[in-house]
């Protein structure tokens, strides 16, 4: 989480800002997960601006294969 008070916490009064909380959290856990799967030891000094940035990156990556995929069954 970014923060355990203030407005990026999960007590913001302002939603969008509980959404960016949860996100990023949700990224950071899911670059542990792949570090896992990887075999590697869990990173817990990931920052999370890194992790946001990485799992980004994986997701764009992802997709671009699913689109490339799909392009080649309808040829």
């Given at each position: 989480?970014?923060?355990?008070?203030?407005l990026f916490?999960?007590?913001s009064p302002l939603?969008?800002?509980?959404?960016?909380?949860?996100?990023?959290g949700q990224?950071?856990?899911?670059?542990?997960?792949?570090?896992?799967?990887d075999d590697k030891e869990a990173n817990p000094d990931l920052g999370l601006l890194k992790a946001v940035g990485?799992?980004?990156?994986?997701?764009?990556?992802?997709?671009r294969r699913v689109k490339k995929a799909r392009r080649r069954r309808r040829t």
């Amino acid at each position: 989480m970014l923060a355990q008070t203030g407005l990026f916490s999960p007590a913001s009064p302002l939603m969008p800002l509980k959404v960016i909380n949860v996100l990023v959290g949700q990224a950071w856990y899911y670059q542990q997960i792949f570090r896992l799967a990887d075999d590697k030891e869990a990173n817990p000094d990931l920052g999370l601006l890194k992790a946001v940035g990485a799992y980004l990156k994986d997701e764009l990556s992802r997709s671009r294969r699913v689109k490339k995929a799909r392009r080649r069954r309808r040829t």
